[in-house]
């Protein structure tokens, strides 16, 4: 049974910086695309960046160039790294892990951007 852990989250001020992770357990790792999905207040759920198995990668439009995805398949792990942040960038974060057989999520980490 696949198990998601995400951290990292917290209060953070405009213009700052965090790193999230994702912490998977119970899947072969290297054959899950793993994203980050947020969901704000009223909002709908949006993708945020995925990583291939290969190690490609891609974002949403609202963070290209200030969040990094990246993986660490020794530690089974994912992280994103945020920076420039955004009051818009509050929100829930969830991790997502996808394979030939699983579609499964975390219980997300909170984010808040606010001085």
């Known amino acids: 049974q696949v198990h998601i852990a995400e951290s990292g989250g917290g209060l953070v001020q405009p213009g700052g910086s965090l790193t999230l992770s994702c912490a998977v357990s119970?899947?072969?790792?290297?054959?899950?695309?793993i994203s980050w999905f947020r969901q704000g207040s009223g909002n709908k759920r949006e993708l945020v960046a995925v990583?291939?198995?290969?190690?490609?990668?891609n974002y949403g439009d609202s963070v290209k160039d200030r969040f990094t995805i990246s993986r660490d398949s020794a530690k089974q792990m994912v992280f994103l790294q945020m920076s420039s942040l955004k009051p818009e960038d509050t929100a829930v974060y969830y991790c997502?892990?996808?394979?030939?057989?699983?579609?499964?999520w975390g219980q997300g980490t909170q984010v808040i951007v606010s001085s």
């Open positions: 997502n892990v996808l394979t030939d057989t699983e579609d499964s």
């Open positions: 119970g899947i072969t790792f290297n054959r899950a695309a």
């Open positions: 990583i291939g198995r290969s190690g490609g990668t």
